[in-house]
Structures are given as C-alpha cells and as structure tokens.
C-alpha cells in the first residue's frame, strides 16, 4: 500500500474522455450539475462489485467496481484535519450529543462540506492485478502448540522448501554488501544488521533494520534454545551499539523483536523505531527480544513446549493445514 | 492512547450544564440553530489554545483550548467509509477533478454532510493532566524488574491515587449503562462489556471492546496470581460468546489483550478486530489474554517476578522516578 500504483497493461483512457465529456456537456450549458465545470460527478453511475479493502483506523476503502462498461477502482481516503481551518469547522458545524459521562461527552459533528472532503482515485480501466493488489485478506488468530509446530507447521515448511537464497546472497556479500549497516563474523553468535527495504533511511522516525544471523539452521523461534542465549544477547547488545552509533538512537527508544510465524525461515531479528507503529509489531506476531532472553533463561525448552499464537491470512497454505487438523 | 479516558480528578460537571442549557433552549424555541434540541453547537465558542497532536494516517487531532472560562480538550476523529453508505456517498457527492495520468485520476469529493461526520470528544472541564495526556511526546522503553515495580512503580501509583469514579459510574450503572454489550454480575469472576469510546460500533472492522472487571482491587498485570485464573478465563470465554452473538465476529478474528502499563489501574480487557491496527496493540505494551493466563498456569506468581518492558511518555511522572532511581 505503500504505492497505490503498480504495473499494469495500459489500456484506452477511457476515463479521460469521459470527463473531457463532461466539461464539453459543461460548456454547452447542458451540464446542468453546477456552476463549476468540474463538479460533473462521473461517479454517481459507479456500480459497486465489491469492497477490496478498507481501514477504519485510516479512513480509506478501496472498492472495486463498473464505470460504464469499464473494470474500475475506486479509492477513497478522508482527508487529514487541517489545523488552519479548525476555527471554521468548529464554527460551521452541526454538532448531535452522543453520550455524556461525568466530565466526557461525545457527539457528531457535521462539518460545512467544503471543509471536509474525500480524497477520491479512480483507476479505470482496471485489470485484474489492480484488483487483486488492493484485496485484502483477512487473516485468523491461530493455536499452535508444541505438538502442533511439530504435526502440521514443521512438515508444512520442510515441503514447501522456501528459498532463502536472497539471505544467503547477504551473509556471503553477493548482494546488498554495500548496505551492511554493522557485521559480527562470528559463524556461531555473528550476524549482519541492514535496512530493511520499507526504510527509506531519510529518517530515524521510521527506523528499520534486520539482524540476519550468520548460523544457518535455525528456523524460527521455535528452533530457540538456551543453547542460544550467547547469539540473542550478542544480537541485542551489538545491535543496540551499532544503531546508536550510525544513527545516535538510544537503545531506550527501540523496539527489538521477532515475528513468529517469521517471513522466511532463517533466524532474524526486527530493529525499529519506538513509537513507529509498524505492521507486524502488533502483539499477536511480535516477541519482544528481552522477553525471548528471560524466557529461555528460566526455561530452556521454553519455545518447544509453548502455546503459541499467530495471525494467518485466508490464502495461506499453513492455515488450511491447521483446518484440515480441525485445530481451527 | 489505548484508551482516551485515563484517571483525573472528577471536578464538577460544567459539561452536562452546558448541555442540559441547551436542551432547554431550544426547548424554549430560542435555540435557533436547527429543528434538532441536539444540534446546538456548544463547540463554537471554543477558543484553542494549541494543537496538542494530530495524525494525518488517522485523521486526527487533539486540541486544547476553552469553553468558556473553562479549559476543555477537544478531540476530533474523521469517522471509517461505511460499505452501506457508499451508494449514496457516491451518488449524492460533488466531484472535483485534481489530476489525470493515463488509467489514473484523482478527485477531492465533497460528500453529502450526514455521510461524512466527525466523532468529537469534548473533555471538560480539563486538567492538566489530561492535556499533558494527548499532547505527543517521545516515549523510552522502560525495564521494570519485579522489585523496581515495589520500590518505584506501585509506591508512584498510590502517591497519585488516580481517580477511576468513571468506572464505578459504569459498574454502577450510574452512567454508559445503555451501552453495556454484556454483563457477568458475579462480583467475584464477573465483568462488564462495552465499546471503547474510540469505536464508534457502526462497523466491526474496528471492532473495539473494553471488559471491566467488578473487583476493585485488582490494579494491574502485576496484581494478578493463579487466584485469578478463573476470572481471566472467564472474561476470555464469556468476552468472546458475547461478541460472537452480538456482533457476529469469530473468537478468531479477535485480539484480546490487556496493557502494562494500563491507562487506569482498574483491572480492564481489551478485544479488538484482529487485523485493525490500533495503537496500544504493540508488542511493547500489550499482553495476550491467552499468554497471560498460560503464564499464570505454569508460574502462580509470574507477573510479580517477571521483568515488564513498557515505553513511558517523556513527560511521564513514573518516568522520572526510573530516571531517580537509575534505571534508565
């Protein structure tokens, strides 16, 4: 979602000459809509096939439907709330009391339209890659124990055998050497600390790195040990030096963590920026490093024996695994 | 950011006062602003002070300022694109066009007012406190062993004896209780449901329940032992049947959680949509249900020897204290 654009066929631009329609109807005066050329609403015929996605927390859906005879995507986003125009909204609006408990109260407001507007884009003709880029998934919280990691999800990823040929192109310098943020060689507790790709680095507001260790046969945080703990200790301590080093961030203000299920199955470990609230720090995929660490020092087995629980999308193969053990 | 509301001083209820006045002008047909007695605009007299934070992802914004001679915070939220209302969204809008490139254009839409308002929050009157609540801060990642929770943390808590009036107010039923999803009375294992006040429960995308529990001594994460296994599993069980039949949502498109620290320390259950992002979902403040109870089961006094991590805002009077005490 980073960008709602992708790659796709260019088709007719068939949007085009509709509004180029609708500014000459326009300007022959048989518009009809209203005084400004532009106010024609070509989205008043839209018919909705589906809704693709949508965010409550950002204010955005993205809908697929039909414009005319034409596959179209509409995204709709509402628009951030201006601080200069505050004092005309507040004054402006309608305002409906909701509930009142002691000193808060809540309502709805109505704001003068003008001042609240939908960020509206229209990409038509789609194809099915627009479509299916802008699906949503929903995804499931799963049960995992320790028998089920060694039933259902270790049989699952031995057969799928998910390349991790990128990772090893990394740890042998075949590819991104130039983007080594800070490198501890040691084969059994050494790894290598780099931007992860949603990083721009222009800013240490988004910070994102990825500690890529040198060993080679540890999956997840299942395949953890207390035989590990030199390794993890080694990870938190060099990497919170290095990222105060490079880019004079205190260790205090990092979140330091690993996903379970992972995205691919050699060990590595999330380093971001406190406060930047990434996908995939959530508490139902994320396991805080320090937590790790204490974890398997009062228990050594702790990752074996665990219940563990993780969100999986519709489309993914381990979940229809976990259904196919009636464990879902 | 969890939760708006925290803990505050109660002082008196100007609010309401303005309300109720309100009501009765227009009841006594000197309102003048609308055929609605609701629709009387108290916010047009509110004077801002400063933008205390606002979110261009969320649309957003916190603002201090008055009402009247009294200090109020006002929080304005952009409320989620509703799949039903789209329709009518669409066809009833003005549509401005921006740009066109090829199978892309963009828009600024102006949809009908009834279809696009503003959740508003209005606290007041408020004080200090709730302003240095939403103003944005930095935050630090504090570790607080079991003894620091003794020595520094629950001595701060008992110092500030924060007032939660507003959660007896609900158990009571003194206030919100037409809003009360589900209630398990028993004053030992019960609790009572409700929509957080950020959910504004017209979807369940962003689905966002709080369980309040009837015992009053139970502050935090830190207070509970394997005695209270059976509450938790019974807020986790009957929480969960309760959103499956009113709301139609699965056990597993939920994240059930609590927070350490909490916004107030009356022992509360967080349930959100899996998948809705929501601050306060991360790995550095929040705990599964599930974990904690797991952890309760293999450790009766877990969470009283445990090392916490947990990020304090710099303006964080609990932060300090670690500052004193050389913890950070």
Known sequence: MADKRGTDNVGTDELSQRVK????????????????????N?????????????????????????????EAV????????????????????????EMRNDIYSTYRLLPPPQLNEIKT???????????????????S?????GEDYKSITLPYIQKQ??????????LEKKAEAERIVYEDPDPEVGFVLLPDFKWDQKQVDDLYLIAIVHQRDIRSLRDLTSEHLALLQNIFQKGKEAVLQRYSLAASKLRVYLHYQPSYYHLHVHFTKLGYEVPGCGVERAHLLADVIQNLRSDPQYY?????????????????????????
Chains 1, 2 share one sequence.
């Open 304 to 328: 074996k024996t665990r219940t563990l629980y993780f969100p999986l999308r519709a489309d993914d193969g381990l979940l229809s695994k976990f259904k196919e053990a009636g464990r879902l």
């Open 161 to 170: 055998s998910f390349s991790v040929q990128w990772v090893h192109n990394i």
């Open 141 to 145: 919280l799963v049960e995992e124990t």
């Open 21 to 40: 329609k609708a500014k000459a109807d326009n300007e022959n005066g048989d518009g009809g809509v209203g005084k400004d050329p532009e106010s024609e």
């Open 74 to 97: 509409v995204i709709l986003e509402k628009t951030p709330i201006r601080e200069d125009a505050l004092a005309e909204l507040l004054t402006g609006a309608k305002l409906k009391l």
């Open 42 to 70: 070509i989205l008043s015929e839209f018919k909705t096939t589906s809704v693709l996605s949508d965010s409550s927390r950002e204010k955005t859906i993205f809908v697929h439907g039909k414009l005319g005879d034409q």
């Open 121 to 139: 884009t229209v990409v038509c003709p789609a194809t099915e890659k627009h479509v299916k880029k802008y699906q949503r998934q929903e995804s």
